[in-house]
């Protein structure tokens, strides 16, 4: 069965950096374009970034962009979101999720649990 | 950005009650529309893709209607275990791909 399981969050300072990830199996994940959607502490979903399955196009929130690169490595079934700058305000739980389509950015048809990033001094 | 807003934003119902949950976009977007339910502690699900598609393995108790800028999410008949946050999902223009606030459905 598909199964997304990310790891890597933790405690960072403001302006630190950091780097998540999540393993994916149970389908071609190289067919595949995949996600990250966050969760502020209490709050709703907030999609934060796209990578199409061949790595052609990428899209990004305006909240993150030019702070955060989305990346994957097809060959160890692998995305990764690489945070820059952070601040306090991308305190949140970090969802992978994969995208239902393999051209288009369409609905996100499975998840992973998601992994918990707290931006603080 | 498409903006979506949910009504209501909360909900108290009875187990076997009818529930309707609205979705309206601040612009037209044809059928790309998924509905999701998060449980406390847990992933969104998947339970409605194209605005009326249910998803494989969610009950039929769950169905989704609409196009353009409205768009409604209901269950037929409460359970007990759906109780959760729903939200709803826009695809139709992006970036970004947008969220509603999402609904609480809590028990009454």
């Known amino acids: 069965q598909v199964q997304l399981v990310e790891s890597g969050g933790g405690v960072v300072q403001p302006g630190g950096a950091l780097r998540i990830s999540c393993a994916a199996s149970g389908f071609t994940f190289s067919s595949y374009g995949m996600h990250w959607v966050r969760q502020a502490p209490g709050k709703g979903l907030e999609w934060v970034a796209f990578?199409?399955?061949?790595?052609?196009?990428?899209y990004y929130a305006d909240s993150v962009k030019g702070r955060f690169t989305i990346s994957r490595d097809n060959s160890k079934n692998t995305l990764y979101l690489e945070m820059n700058s952070l601040r306090a305000e991308d305190t949140a739980v970090y969802h992978c999720a994969k995208d239902r389509s393999t051209i288009l950015l369409r609905d996100f048809d499975y998840w992973g649990q998601g992994t918990l990033v707290t931006v603080s001094s | 950005a498409i903006q979506l807003t949910q009504s209501p934003s909360s909900l108290s119902a009875s187990v076997g009650d009818r529930v309707t949950i609205t979705c309206r976009a601040s612009?037209?977007?044809?059928?790309?529309l998924a509905w999701y339910q998060q449980k406390p502690g847990k992933a969104p699900k998947l339970l409605i893709y194209?605005?009326?598609s249910l998803e494989s393995g969610v009950p039929s108790r769950f169905s989704g209607s609409g196009s353009g800028t409205d768009f409604t999410l209901t269950i037929s008949s409460l359970q007990p275990e759906d109780f959760a946050i729903y939200y709803c999902q826009q695809f139709n223009s992006y970036p970004p791909i947008t969220f509603g606030q999402g609904t609480r459905l809590e028990i009454k």
């Open positions: 990578i199409r399955y061949d790595v052609s196009s990428k």
């Open positions: 194209d605005a009326s």
């Open positions: 612009q037209g977007i044809s059928s790309a």
